[in-house]
């Protein structure tokens, strides 16, 4: 298997690190790094940038340095992973914010006018989500939009294949036993690069 250049997107807004989301991304991290990838990460509750607010402004380049920086980082990456809690069935308003400033036309996506390309083919992705219901009801009741929104909406629009997911859910009640489990699964997945 090549070494691949993955991105780590940790995109809990609470940047500390005993959250789930910063302890699954060091499992990854640690698996991925022992299998001899190169490895980036960004802490998206550890930045402070501006939310896109109009058209002019997402169709613009990026005018931030840690927007721009997470530009290059993500175009230098072979694979992403985005860790997140579920919140109110989707992803916290601050990673959404971060994925509008970072995602923007001519780095995710073509200009408008002609036939929408994706400017990220060839990468591949991995979603991360963690939830205080369990998984299945997210699934089936609420049909996992929030998760669909991303891989269609961001993601595979994009360019990325394969996209996979995991849901880790019931976070509020798991004991030590399943914890370990979900962290020896992200260092799998970290040292197989998917």
């Known amino acids: 298997m090549a070494a691949k250049n993955i991105l780590v997107l940790n995109g809990h807004p609470d940047p500390r690190g005993e959250r789930l989301c910063a302890a699954l991304a060091n499992a990854y991290i640690c698996g991925a790094s022992s299998a001899g990838h190169q490895i980036r990460r960004i802490d998206v509750g550890a930045l402070d940038f501006p939310l896109v607010r109009t058209k002019d402004e997402f169709m613009s380049e990026a005018a931030h340095p840690a927007i721009r920086e997470a530009q290059e980082t993500l175009r230098w990456a072979d694979h992403l992973v985005i860790l997140y809690p579920l919140w109110l069935g989707g992803a916290p308003a601050l990673l959404k914010g971060f994925l509008e400033q970072v995602f923007r036309y001519g780095v995710a996506l073509s200009p408008p006018g002609g036939t929408p390309t994706g400017l990220l083919k060839g990468k591949s992705a991995r979603v991360v989500v963690t939830m205080g219901m369990p998984a299945m009801i997210f ?44 962290l020896a699964a992200m260092e799998r997945h970290g040292a197989a690069g998917t």
Do not use: N, Q
């Open 139 to 182: 699934r089936v009741i609420f049909g996992a939009h929030g998760l669909k929104s991303l891989e269609k909406g961001v993601l595979w629009i994009s360019g990325f294949k394969p996209i996979r997911h995991d849901l880790i859910g019931g976070v509020e009640g798991i004991g030590p036993r399943t914890r370990r489990r979900w």
